[in-house]
T-cell receptor, first 115, second 112 residues
Framework: QQQVKQSPQSLIVQKGGISIINCAYE??????FPWYQQFPGKGPALLIA?????SEKKEGRFTISFNKSAKQFSLHIMDSQPGDSATYFC??????????????FGTGTRLKVLA | EAGVAQSPRYKIIEKRQSVAFWCNPI?????LYWYQQILGQGPKLLIQ????????DSQLPKDRFSAERLKGVDSTLKIQPAKLEDSAVYLC??????????FGSGTRLTVV
């Protein structure tokens, strides 16, 4: 119940295309869903996050779509660029509000954007 | 704002040896986390501190791993004795309020 399932494991997209990464969870107590981007040799960096009271959140070329009833959420990268090539992790957590989030991470998606 | 500092960046040790990692979180961040990231996998929480108290260490292998956060600021994670399966990147993160985590660049441990 504490798992977050992420797919696909790897993704190759042409420059300018749309990259889509999906995650699913079981624990209905999760109330915060961030996406992290990780470049080789670096720690994960927060990209965008959503709470279950909205179905979509957009920041620049990055959009999270959230389906509460299906317990699924996805990351869409519009106009994908070679600089977006990285590993992306979804995560989920519950609680927080006092800075005590405990994230459960997905297994990661390695994205390669071809020039 | 300075980020989360970790050292060393890399460490190679033989099995059964001991090793320690250091983390300095972002100033003012009360919550500090240690995560283990095995190659090809997502980070897995080892221990979570709130100030200098442990909030969650349920996934810390306590027979060999220990961690402390003195004075609610810096933290050290120790492994003694190390096993081959401890080879991983050890990530430290800190957070404040409802903001997401900020991760350090990690320490890559290789146990041979």
């Amino acid at each position: 119940q504490q798992q977050v399932k992420q797919s696909p494991q790897s993704l190759i997209v042409q420059k300018g295309g749309i990259s889509i990464i999906n995650c699913a969870y079981e624990n209905t107590a999760f109330d915060y869903f961030p996406w992290y981007q990780q470049f080789p040799g670096k720690g994960p960096a927060l990209l965008i996050a959503i709470r279950p009271d909205v179905s979509e959140k957009k920041e620049g070329r990055f959009t999270i779509s959230f389906n509460k009833s299906a317990k699924q959420f996805s990351l869409h990268i519009m106009d994908s660029q070679p600089g977006d090539s990285a590993t992306y992790f979804c995560a989920a957590s519950s609680g927080g509000g006092s800075g005590t989030y405990k994230y459960i991470f997905g297994t990661g998606t390695r994205l390669k954007v071809l020039a | 704002e300075a980020g989360v500092a970790q050292s060393p960046r890399y460490k190679i040790i033989e099995k059964r040896q001991s090793v320690a990692f250091w983390c300095n979180p972002i100033s003012g961040h009360a919550t500090l986390y240690w995560y283990q990231q095995i190659l090809g996998q997502g980070p897995k929480l080892l221990i979570q501190f709130q100030n200098n108290g442990v909030v969650d260490d349920s996934q810390l292998p306590k027979d060999r791993f220990s961690a402390e956060r003195l004075k609610g600021v810096d933290s050290t994670l120790k492994i003694q004795p190390a096993k081959l399966e401890d080879s991983a990147v050890y990530l430290c993160a800190s957070s404040f309020g409802d903001d997401g985590y900020t991760f350090g660049s990690g320490t890559r441990l290789t146990v041979v």
